[in-house]
T-cell receptor, first 113, second 108 residues
Framework: DAGITQSPRHKVTETGTPVTLRCHQT?????MYWYRQDPGHGLRLIHY???????DKGEVSDGYSVSRSKTEDFLLTLESATSSQTSVYFC????????????FGEGSWLTVV | AQRVTQPEKLLSVFKGAPVELKCNYS??????LFWYVQYSRQRLQLLLR??SRESIKGFTADLNKGETSFHLKKPFAQEEDSAMYYC??????????FGTGTRLQVFP
């Protein structure tokens, strides 16, 4: 569809376990993003990347890390999952620059029990 | 500080009624504003952006710098417009800052 996919789409994990979500794009876009979506909060940026191995924090980065070793892949890791990290996670990609349109993946539903 | 405010969590209208979803922003420079739509359990999709000055699915939005607003309007709502709508601001970086969203319900 939009050239961006996420995996896994659904996951249930236990508190304290590490979790990695993968985002894969086929558009060779420079920018990639991880957002979380929660009722009453809308979408909040966790981390983003502006190139291979170039990443920066968003507004809710605590408890999350990211890596981007290839243009097409952007990984989000929860080092030790907590119940407050139960959320829907959206990956996105963009070209950057004026008029930058950001395209979203389908979302990953994560439940931490 | 950069901020996007969508004051209404829920907006309910009947089919054929006009719709206005409010969006206000806080940013001192020249912003780029976007509206994204999310249908039930689907990905967010770009609906429109202010620099294009386009009309998509009958929706329009005009950037009002004086009032720092970018309200989304449609003269006659349809049932298929029921969705979650997010206003977003692109400031001086390539990050998008989103509002908390407004759920639009269109009743038959």
């Amino acid at each position: 569809d939009a050239g961006i996919t996420q995996s896994p789409r659904h996951k249930v994990t236990e508190t304290g376990t590490p979790v990695t979500l993968r985002c894969h794009q086929t558009e060779n876009h420079r920018y990639m993003y991880w957002y979380r979506q929660d009722p009453g909060h809308g979408l909040r940026l966790i981390h983003y990347s502006y190139g291979v191995k170039d990443t920066d924090k968003g507004e809710v980065s605590d408890g999350y890390s990211v890596s981007r070793s290839k243009t097409e892949d952007f990984l989000l890791t929860l080092e030790s999952a907590t119940s407050s990290q139960t959320s829907v996670y959206f990956c996105a990609m963009g070209t950057g620059g004026s008029g930058n349109t950001i395209y979203f993946g389908e979302g990953s539903w994560l439940t931490v029990v | 500080a950069q901020r996007v405010t969508q004051p209404e969590k829920l907006l309910s209208v009947f089919k054929g009624a006009p719709v206005e979803l409010k969006c206000n922003y806080s940013y001192s420079g020249s912003p780029e504003l976007f509206w994204y739509v999310q249908y039930s359990r689907q990905r967010l999709q770009l609906l429109l952006r202010h620099i294009s000055r386009e009309s998509i699915k009958g929706f329009t939005a005009d950037l009002n710098k004086g009032e720092t607003s970018f309200h989304l309007k449609k003269p006659f709502a349809q049932e298929e417009d029921s969705a979650m709508y997010y206003c977003a601001l692109r400031a001086n970086t390539d990050k998008l800052i989103f509002g908390t969203g407004t759920r639009l319900q269109v009743f038959p």
